[in-house]
């Protein structure tokens, strides 16, 4: 298949480039380079030996984005474009509802025009609000506690409405649930611009050196050791899920939960981390972050039995390859 991927320099995104190359398909990318750097795109050369098309466009941009439809015959699209950080997003709500929701509306309007009839979303774990694990595709969606998180919930509800009112327009919600680790070659990976907000790259910087030490948010928690417990899914298991997707629309709206299934403590990665990588992470425990849950797992088993997808890396994999990557950060 020939299909766009916005987003595709950034961490997921390059991920799942390199996993649809190496499943034989044909990738074009679309990326503005706000959160990513232009760079990725001959690393993902390096890995596959094929060096995608891209466009440095604004996924928001109708005009721009058309250009790349009319040039290119496109069969799906993996929309990845988006603003991600939650503390940003409750201090800024406008520029998320702006740029998460237009570039949703935007790629659906050109793929109705240009009879593109496969649409994978990218969407995330939050929109489950605070229900009890292990979380199901079927469950309500409830407030997130976030505008990020609303963002996807409303693409979600849009991208659905479209599907119904167009019998051909097939869509795919993947919730991503914590992703984490780096391709095994250690050239592509997470690198966010500043300090780190998710948990995994912040340990990286306090590994490295960049940052003193790591503060857990909160030892309180109703859980074994008292953190917080996350379904971590190393980031190469999860582009994997978005090959098996966008292969296999059978129905107007497919909705699968990317996770392990298992739920991790955050000290038990903080302790993974030091004991597979033989390096210290100084941490201090403070107080909870708000607006977080004690406890988010998936119930992965619906993506393994309608799509035959299932994470298969470990939790040392993950800790291992996001050092591995970090390493060789200048
Ligand atoms: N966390 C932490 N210290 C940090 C960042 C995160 O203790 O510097 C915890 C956070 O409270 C949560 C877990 O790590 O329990 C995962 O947080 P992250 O921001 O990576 O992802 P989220 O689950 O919030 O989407």
């Given at each position: 298949?020939?299909?766009?991927?916005?987003?595709?320099?950034?961490?997921?995104?390059?991920?799942?480039?390199?996993?649809?190359?190496?499943?034989?398909?044909?990738?074009?990318?679309?990326?503005?380079?706000?959160?990513?750097?232009?760079?990725?795109?001959?690393?993902?050369?390096?890995?596959?030996n094929v060096?995608?098309?891209?466009?440095?466009?604004?996924?928001?941009?109708?005009?721009?984005?058309?250009?790349?439809?009319?040039?290119?015959?496109?069969?799906?699209?993996?929309?990845?474009?988006?603003?991600?950080?939650?503390?940003?997003?409750?201090?800024?709500?406008?520029?998320?509802?702006?740029?998460?929701?237009?570039?949703?509306?935007?790629?659906?309007?050109?793929?109705?025009?240009?009879q593109v009839?496969?649409?994978?979303?990218?969407?995330?774990?939050?929109?489950?609000?605070?229900?009890?694990?292990?979380?199901?595709?079927?469950?309500?969606?409830?407030?997130?506690?976030?505008?990020?998180?609303?963002?996807?919930?409303?693409?979600?509800?849009?991208?659905?409405?479209?599907?119904?009112?167009?019998?051909?327009?097939?869509?795919?919600?993947?919730?991503?649930?914590?992703?984490?680790?780096?391709?095994?070659?250690?050239?592509?990976?997470?690198?966010?611009?500043?300090?780190?907000?998710?948990?995994?790259?912040?340990?990286?910087?306090?590994?490295?050196?960049?940052?003193?030490?790591?503060?857990?948010?909160?030892?309180?928690?109703?859980?074994?050791?008292?953190?917080?417990?996350?379904?971590?899914?190393?980031?190469?298991?999860?582009?994997?899920?978005?090959?098996?997707?966008?292969?296999?629309?059978?129905?107007?709206?497919?909705?699968?939960?990317?996770?392990?299934?298992?739920?991790?403590?955050?000290?038990?990665?903080?302790?993974?981390?030091?004991?597979?990588?033989?390096?210290?992470?100084?941490?201090?425990?403070?107080?909870?972050?708000?607006?977080?849950?004690?406890?988010?797992?998936?119930d992965a088993?619906?993506?393994?039995?309608?799509?035959?997808?299932?994470?298969?890396?470990?939790?040392?994999?993950?800790?291992?390859?996001?050092?591995?990557?970090?390493?060789?950060?200048?």
């Amino acid at each position: 298949m020939n299909i766009l991927v916005t987003g595709g320099l950034g961490f997921i995104g390059s991920h799942t480039v390199v996993e649809l190359i190496e499943s034989n398909h044909n990738v074009i990318i679309a990326d503005n380079l706000s959160n990513s750097e232009i760079g990725v795109l001959d690393r993902i050369a390096q890995i596959t030996n094929v060096k995608p098309k891209f466009y440095q466009i604004n996924v928001t941009d109708k005009k721009a984005v058309e250009e790349i439809f009319k040039n290119n015959h496109i069969d799906g699209i993996i929309h990845f474009a988006g603003f991600k950080a939650v503390g940003e997003s409750v201090e800024n709500p406008l520029k998320y509802y702006h740029n998460n929701i237009l570039s949703t509306i935007v790629l659906s309007e050109l793929c109705l025009k240009y009879q593109v009839n496969k649409f994978v979303f990218s969407s995330s774990a939050t929109v489950y609000g605070d229900q009890p694990s292990p979380l199901k595709e079927d469950m309500i969606l409830l407030p997130t506690t976030n505008p990020y998180g609303e963002t996807k919930a409303i693409s979600e509800r849009i991208l659905k409405d479209i599907s119904k009112a167009n019998g051909n327009f097939s869509v795919c919600l993947l919730r991503y649930f914590n992703p984490v680790g780096a391709h095994k070659s250690s050239i592509i990976g997470e690198n966010p611009k500043g300090i780190p907000n998710n948990l995994m790259p912040y340990i990286t910087k306090v590994a490295k050196g960049d940052l003193p030490k790591l503060n857990i948010f909160g030892n309180d928690y109703d859980t074994s050791d008292g953190t917080g417990v996350r379904d971590f899914i190393h980031v190469v298991d999860l582009a994997k899920g978005h090959v098996k997707a966008i292969e296999n629309m059978n129905s107007n709206v497919n909705i699968y939960n990317l996770g392990t299934g298992k739920g991790t403590s955050v000290l038990e990665l903080v302790n993974a981390f030091i004991k597979c990588n033989n390096i210290n992470i100084p941490y201090e425990i403070v107080e909870r972050r708000p607006g977080d849950v004690a406890i988010t797992f998936a119930d992965a088993s619906k993506a393994e039995k309608e799509l035959g997808w299932k994470a298969e890396l470990t939790i040392e994999d993950m800790v291992k390859n996001s050092w591995e990557y970090e390493k060789r950060l200048i």
